[in-house]
């Protein structure tokens, strides 16, 4: 995955390191800048591409929503406050999330994640269209001391158990110590679907598809009301 410059921008000191801990987890994020105001961030954004930017809203000299408002050809935005009443006016701004502090991490690799969803078509996805082909056809997975290689073409579906990822392969069966969402990321949209908040699978392994549940090896997989309808579109059945 390419780097995605990311922008800090919030008049708390605290909140700022809070947020800058959580990129440092997630080493495709790449803090460019840390400002206390607008007007700091204002003059980064003059100087510096930036793919995404975390603000805050209720800030000295211009608040968030305003500061929005002012930018043209805007980066993907997550605002990060601890005022719920701003959330209407920060959605009509085609914000990614809205975070509410204080916000776990679990919470902030969702908002990520949306963010990433929106910038892929622009720069990750885009070069894969554009060759045809994916670069590679594997990804390795740490679990138990050792560290696996599951090819795509292995890889039957995934399922979120907490903090660890059920991984189902044919032949194996992997449970690392790895958020959900983290997993999903590794793995190109174009072979993988999720059916459910906690299953995404091979489309390519599908058996066949009954009622709300999709059939890969025996197995049954649950198909979620909230992506029954994505899931479709994807396979041709809009």
Not at 26 to 54: M, P, R, T, W
Request: net charge negative.
């Amino acid at each position: 995955m390419n780097q995605i410059s990311c922008l800090i921008v919030d008049d708390e000191p605290i909140a700022r390191d809070i947020i800058k801990s959580y990129c440092s987890h997630l080493d495709y994020l790449n803090v460019v800048a840390s400002c206390g105001n607008a007007l700091e961030a204002k003059s980064v954004l003059q100087h510096q591409k930036i793919d995404l930017l975390f603000l805050d809203i209720n800030m000295p000299i211009m608040d968030g929503i305003s500061f929005v408002k002012t930018l043209k050809g805007q980066p993907q935005v997550i605002f990060t406050t601890a005022y719920k009443e701003y959330a209407i006016d920060a959605f009509d701004l085609a914000a990614c999330d809205y975070l509410l502090k204080p916000f776990s991490f679990d919470r902030f690799i969702i908002a990520v994640d949306k963010a990433l969803e929106k910038l892929e078509p622009k720069g990750v996805m885009q070069a894969s269209e554009a060759t045809g082909s994916i670069a590679e056809d594997f990804i390795f997975i740490k679990t138990d001391g050792k560290i696996y290689k599951v090819r795509y073409n292995e890889l039957l579906y995934a399922e979120a158990q907490g903090n660890y990822t059920k991984i189902i392969t044919s032949s194996n069966s992997l449970l690392p110590k790895m958020p959900f969402s983290s997993f999903e990321e590794l793995l190109p949209k174009s072979l993988f679907l999720r059916t459910h908040r906690s299953f995404i699978i091979n489309k390519s392994k599908i058996g066949h598809i009954e009622g709300n549940r999709i059939f890969i090896n025996h197995n049954e997989i649950p198909i979620g009301s909230n992506y029954k309808e994505l899931l479709f579109k994807d396979l041709g059945f809009s």
